[in-house]
């Protein structure tokens, strides 16, 4: 509906690689497909993604520039960004 706020969705680091790693598994496949699914409803408006300083920084240790350059293409997607506060340091 009209005027409701939108679902916000982050994902780890994990989930942003996902489409890399072996897709005969089936738990891997199925995951990699509702990835998938996200980004669609992320770039058609119907939910929001958020970024976070922590994917962010893993991903700056990525050795796989492909890899590397894909979950940076993803985090644009990401209509906000969640910073590190205290309440977060606390229960890390």
Aim: glycine residues 8%; proline residues 5%; charged residues 25%.
């Amino acid at each position: 509906m009209e005027g409701e706020p939108k679902t916000r969705i982050a994902l780890d680091t994990n989930g942003y690689k996902r489409p890399f790693d072996d897709q005969g598994q089936p738990r891997i496949w199925l995951e990699t497909l509702a990835f998938g699914v996200i980004l669609q409803m992320v770039e058609g408006g119907e939910t929001e993604l958020v970024s976070s300083v922590v994917v962010e920084y893993e991903n700056s240790r990525n050795p796989f520039p492909l890899r590397k350059a894909w979950v940076v293409r993803c985090l644009g997607l990401a209509n906000h960004r969640q910073v590190l506060n205290r309440a977060i340091l606390i229960v890390a």
